[in-house]
């Protein structure tokens, strides 16, 4: 789809279903935090996706596979995922940990709209995510965490990644303890959803 020629989606097709969705940007990522909860079964995960985004009842949804496939594609800004690369990348950026800081970022590129309490579409959310200038906090989070992933950090960037450690790390020692198959299924999600 090309979005300077189309609006942004408010429903889905599903089969021969047209179902709306909730495509605020608030709810679209309680259903990512909900995909990262490790307490939460695959099961879970599925039923709380189909449920928070489409408005329908998820009782009259006729094909219930497509529909979380196309929830899915819908979360990853209607592209498909890429399969082709299966090497897992180490996330940057976290939904939870660093709430504060992609507020304030992306709050500051759409002027404000997000601190008004205006809905933003999940698709102008992201595309704002992906213009936040360098100079916010935001992105000097993730150039640290970025190159401290490659190996890469100055003696200087190092020094300060040790200073604000309790910001700058992930909790990725939770994937430790995740079995295989769950670890494989969270990672092809993410990959779904473009989050790193």
């Known amino acids: 789809m ?14 021969d279903q047209i179902l709306n969705v909730d495509f605020d940007c608030r709810n679209c ?20 996706t189909l ?9 009259n949804i006729e094909n219930i596979d497509l529909a979380l496939e196309k929830a899915l594609k819908f979360l990853n800004c209607g592209e ?3 399969e082709a690369s299966t090497k897992p990348k180490k996330r940057v950026y976290s939904f939870d940990k660093d709430s504060k800081f992609i507020y304030t970022a992306i709050d500051s590129v759409l002027d404000g709209r997000l ?12 595309m704002a995510f992906m213009e936040i200038p360098e100079d916010c906090m935001l992105s000097k989070i993730i150039n640290l965490r970025t190159k401290k992933n490659k ?19 992930l909790e990725v020692d939770k994937e ?4 295989d198959e769950e670890l494989k299924n969270m990672e092809e999600f993410k990959k779904a959803l473009g989050v790193k």
């Open 2 to 15: 090309n979005v300077l020629t189309n609006e942004f989606p408010e429903a889905i097709k599903v089969g």
């Open 29 to 48: 990522i309680r259903i990512i935090l909900a995909w990262e909860d490790e307490a939460l079964t695959e099961q879970e995960k599925a039923y709380i």
């Open 51 to 59: 449920n928070r985004l489409y408005e329908d009842d998820i009782e």
């Open 80 to 82: 498909e995922s890429d």
């Open 115 to 126: 601190s008004e309490g205006k809905t933003i579409h999940w698709w102008l959310f992201c």
């Open 151 to 169: 190996g890469k950090l100055s003696k200087d960037e190092l020094r300060i990644y040790k200073d604000m450690i309790d910001i700058l790390e």
């Open 176 to 179: 430790s303890i995740m079995s």
